[in-house]
């Protein structure tokens, strides 16, 4: 039984999303690109995902708009990735899980990681919120650090 990655009969934008980000390693191929892993070989050892699914991953992200292909060797040819403003606009998406699973599920020792306002050092809440200065952000104000 082969899983379907398209949703026949939903007439919904969050069906539509799914069909281009949902699948298994997309939006943390995305959160990975974002926090500066754009080379093949760092994001398949950061993620430990198979080659195979990786490329496939990317291939769909670039089709979509979501990421840009940049060459940075040539022999042999090697690429970085880069998101475009449709692949930036998924911060808030981002977020939101993150939020939900540092409410919901992080460990004992604290959120593994924490997003901050590069401007002041905030922490950034789910609703993309600085609790220091309260200033509502956008994805290139802030930055993933370690957390506790």
Known sequence: DVLRHDYPG??????????V???????LIVRDV?????????LQKGLGVARNVLSARLQRLVEEDILERRPYHESPERYEYFLTEKGLDLWPVLMAYLGWGDKYLEPDSGPPR????????????DRR???????????REAESVPGP
């Open 114 to 125: 924490l997003i901050v306002h590069k401007e002041c050092g905030g922490q950034i809440d």
């Open 129 to 139: 919120i600085c609790q220091k200065c309260g200033k509502a952000l956008e994805v």
């Open 10 to 19: 939903q007439i919904c934008s969050i069906a539509k999303a799914l069909e």
């Open 21 to 27: 980000v949902g699948e298994r390693w997309t939006l």
């Open 34 to 42: 974002m926090n500066g892993r754009r080379r093949f070989d760092e």
